[in-house]
């Protein structure tokens, strides 16, 4: 299978400056989970860091990103 996104510049810059920068933006979402569960397995309050981390997946989920389908 085979897509091909096309844009008319520079009229639509937003939309491709989201669809071509989404790789990076997924790493950094992957990344902060990472972060934020390394920082409640760790941390001194892992209560405070892991209500963080639970409205972080909450977030997520609320916006429809699967993480797992996403960074494979």
């Known amino acids: 299978m085979k897509a ?3 844009y ?5 810059r937003a ?5 071509s920068k989404a790789d990076d933006l ?15 397995k760790w941390a001194e309050e ?3 860091i892991g209500k963080i981390r639970d409205k972080w997946v909450e977030m997520l ?3 429809n990103i699967d993480l797992d389908k996403l960074w494979q």
Request: charged letters at 40%; glycine letters at 6%; aromatic letters at 14%.
């Open 4 to 6: 091909i996104l096309k």
């Open 26 to 40: 997924c790493s950094f979402i992957w990344d902060f989970g990472q972060y934020l569960r390394g920082q409640e």
């Open 8 to 12: 008319k510049l520079p009229k639509d």
């Open 15 to 19: 939309d491709f400056e989201r669809a």
């Open 61 to 63: 989920n609320d916006n």
């Open 46 to 48: 892992p209560d405070d």
